[in-house]
């Protein structure tokens, strides 16, 4: 199983991007997906989650202006970011729970893509 993240680049302040985390390999269902986020000199911070269900969570910096969302058919889940900020500035990552084809359940994180927001 693999879990490739993509879309990141840069972006003038106000600018939008839409990440995408895709799954592939011998999958049963993608659970839980989250995206994280780690800025200069901080932490790695929980930005959305989207259940299996399609119930989304967001941490409050982003509320209004993220939206997370995924296609089961494609195994993929979007994180669309409008009116960015230069805060925004991180490298993304996501985090799925996949249960696999043989019904073993794990966590997998993507490799991680760069947002600059910057004039």
């Known amino acids: 199983v693999q879990l490739q993240a993509s879309g990141g680049g840069l972006v003038q302040p106000g600018g939008s991007l839409r990440l995408s985390c895709a799954a592939s390999g011998s999958i049963f269902s993608v659970n839980d997906v989250a995206w994280y986020r780690q800025g200069p000199g901080k932490q790695r911070e929980s930005v959305a989650t989207i259940t299996d269900s399609g119930r989304t969570y967001y941490a409050d910096p982003v509320k209004g202006r993220f939206t997370i969302s995924r296609d089961n058919v494609k195994n993929t889940v979007y994180l669309q970011m409008n009116s960015l900020r230069p805060e925004d500035t991180a490298v993304y990552y996501c985090?799925?729970?996949?249960?696999?084809?043989?019904?073993?359940?794990?966590?997998?994180w993507g490799q991680g893509t760069q947002v600059t927001v910057s004039s």
């Open positions: 985090n799925a729970q996949i249960t696999e084809s043989s019904y073993r359940i794990r966590n997998y």
